[in-house]
């Protein structure tokens, strides 16, 4: 219509014209007509796939017509962290390529961590309220005092910039140590201690990502970056 365009009407399309069907493209142009075709027919949604005069249903049905797979909304996945973490790990190894002519270097690694932490409190940063929510659920701290469950996100956020920057580390690494820390300990308390089965807010307060394995992860990166960098600055210290 004018003001709508049906996503799902055109994957659909797209779908069967790629598996080799003339697509007979018929149009619903308001809402009237939408109404009385869901009436007619007895279903909820548009669009509606026939073939062959039979009414196959949906694009999801349509998918499961052709043996493909359909996502459950509602299932845990690990795909954000995975995602999320393949990027930054580009994103160092461009910006050392970019800086020193070679991406495999030691700030490469460190790069990693720190985009890792810019990018996970950006996930978090979209829906603060909800990040918030999800990590009353798990955090140790934040169940004692629930405003630093607002303050985590930025507290991430302000350390990893301040990573990628090189700058004040006297600042980052303690926050970095400190939410790192209480990070690690309340996750391995939820998870193999208290054996709570929880979704975990690492990637934002929407995410199906399971508490587990990966959440630990991400603490233990910050700890080691906080532990890394204050060793590299007393190496450089000395070596002054």
Avoid at 25 to 50: G, Y
Wanted: proline share 3%; charged share 15%.
């Amino acid at each position: 219509m004018d003001k709508h365009v049906c996503p799902y009407g055109l994957k659909a399309k797209h779908l069967l014209e790629s598996r080799g069907f003339a697509v007979d493209d018929k149009w619903l142009t308001s809402r009237e007509e939408t109404d009385a075709f869901k009436a007619d027919h007895n279903v909820r949604t548009t669009p509606q796939t026939f073939i062959d005069g039979k009414r196959i249903g949906g694009y999801d049905d349509l998918r499961r017509y052709f043996g493909m797979t359909v996502a459950d909304p509602d299932a845990t996945t690990y795909k954000p962290v995975i995602a999320l973490f393949a990027m930054t790990a580009l994103m160092a190894l461009a910006a050392s390529h970019a800086a020193f002519g070679t991406a495999l270097t030691i700030h490469a690694a460190e790069w990693f961590i720190a985009f890792s932490m810019a990018v996970l409190a950006l996930l978090k940063l979209q829906n603060v309220e909800s990040f918030s929510t999800m990590f009353l659920n798990y955090d140790l701290l934040a169940r004692r005092w629930v405003p630093y469950a607002t303050i985590y996100p930025f507290a991430e956020g302000l350390a990893g910039v301040l990573m990628i920057a090189g700058a004040l580390t006297w600042l980052s690494v303690p926050i970095a140590l400190f939410i790192g820390t209480v990070g690690a300990v309340s996750v391995i308390k939820a998870v193999y201690i208290d054996k709570r089965e929880l979704k975990c807010a690492c990637v934002g307060g929407s995410s199906n990502v399971p508490l587990g394995f990966l959440s630990l992860t991400e603490n233990l990166m910050m700890i080691g970056m906080a532990v890394w960098m204050t060793v590299s600055a007393l190496g450089v210290g000395a070596g002054g």
